[in-house]
């Protein structure tokens, strides 16, 4: 399985921005979906960003994104690099979490944690307001 490094977190005020990357080490193609998922202390993981970085050429660059997003976070992929980027703007206190980047080769995962089988450690990205 790939090994997948976050970076990027840090701490901001409310109204900042972030640029996450997670380092992919073998082929971006092997997986079907990379993601961006989060967890705050007492809360369930949630999905963020998931991206099509593998399977069908037709479909490769889809983006999906959690409700809770409103048009503040993009999430894109260098393929050449390896790195998938998550670009969070407007950052609000809600936003304070662990973030995870995560890979999927079921083709119907879109954001399901349960179907992401491959997790980076982390990264923390904390909102003060």
Do not use: H
Request: charged share 15%.
């Amino acid at each position: 399985a790939s090994q997948l490094v976050e970076s990027g977190g840090g701490s901001v005020q409310a109204g900042g921005s972030l640029t996450l990357s997670c380092k992919i080490s073998d082929d971006i193609n092997a997986n079907i979906y990379t993601g961006w998922f989060r967890q705050a202390p007492g809360k369930e993981r949630e999905g963020v960003a998931c991206i099509r970085t593998g399977g069908s050429q037709l479909f490769i660059g889809n983006t999906f994104y959690g409700p809770f997003v409103g048009g503040r976070f993009t999430i894109s992929q260098d393929r050449p690099k390896k790195v998938v980027y998550l670009q969070l703007t407007n950052l609000k206190s809600d936003d304070a979490a662990m973030y995870y980047c995560a890979t999927s080769g079921y083709d119907g995962a879109n954001m399901r944690v349960r179907d992401y089988t491959n997790w980076g450690p982390g990264t923390q990205v904390t909102v003060s307001s």
